[in-house]
């Protein structure tokens, strides 16, 4: 989070954020501004405390078990204000690319469901296969797919929080399938 510098600490430097990078995303509320900015490697998220984007900013990061984490997010801001590349997100953030396609199967599962599609017809397009008869209930194909189907309905009632929450407070049963 970054608030206005107190005026205690001369050192800290004008800058308009709004002009750091692409900005991707920005939302005003009464407690201040959430900005997503585009950098080459990849998103850099900011709650800025207070009504302005420009002025002399601190960085304020709270103690806690992903303090690792947040410093590491800090020094690709700081990397971003000084002109270089932001650098990776800390890996603890970042998902796998089997978490990625699982996300992306149990998406695609509930737009089928939603939209009316059986289960065996989500398969078939999911997975590029179908199972008919009596095959289908024990088949790993069912299971894959329900299991596709399950994220995708915790995920749409709220579960999609979990991938947004630093990763300490993820907990094990909320990570990403």
């Given at each position: 989070?970054?608030?206005?510098?107190?005026?205690?600490?001369?050192?800290?430097?004008?800058?308009?954020l709004?002009?750091?990078?692409a900005?991707a995303?920005?939302v005003?509320?009464a407690?201040?501004?959430?900005?997503?900015?585009?950098?080459s490697?990849?998103?850099?998220?900011?709650?800025?405390?207070?009504?302005?984007l420009?002025?002399a900013?601190?960085?304020?990061?709270?103690v806690?078990?992903?303090?690792?984490l947040?410093?590491?997010?800090?020094?690709r801001?700081?990397?971003?204000?000084?002109?270089?590349?932001?650098?990776?997100?800390?890996?603890?953030?970042?998902?796998?690319?089997?978490?990625r396609l699982?996300?992306?199967?149990a998406?695609?599962?509930?737009?089928g469901?939603l939209?009316?599609?059986s289960?065996?017809?989500?398969?078939?397009?999911l997975f590029?296969?179908?199972?008919s008869?009596?095959?289908?209930v024990?088949?790993?194909?069912?299971s894959r797919?329900?299991r596709?189907?399950?994220?995708g309905?915790?995920?749409?009632?709220?579960?999609?929080?979990?991938?947004?929450?630093a990763?300490?407070?993820?907990g094990v049963?909320?990570?990403?399938?």
């Open positions: 989070m970054l608030a206005p510098a107190p005026e205690a600490l001369p050192s800290a430097r004008m800058i308009d709004a002009r750091l990078a900005l995303a920005h005003v509320d407690g201040g501004h959430t900005l997503i900015l585009r950098t490697s990849g998103d850099l998220h900011l709650a800025v405390h207070g009504p302005s420009t002025g900013f601190t960085v304020l990061i709270p806690g078990d992903d303090l690792g947040r410093i590491a997010a800090a020094a801001f700081d990397r971003v204000l000084r002109g270089r590349v932001a650098g990776d997100a800390p890996k603890p953030w970042r998902l796998t690319a089997q978490q699982r996300l992306a199967y998406l695609r599962a509930l737009d469901h939209a009316g599609a289960q065996r017809e989500i398969a078939r397009v590029g296969r179908a199972i008869g009596r095959a289908w024990g088949s790993d194909l069912h797919t329900k596709a189907l399950t994220t309905r915790q995920l749409m009632r709220g579960g999609y929080r979990a991938l947004l929450a990763p300490s407070r993820r049963g909320n990570r990403p399938h």
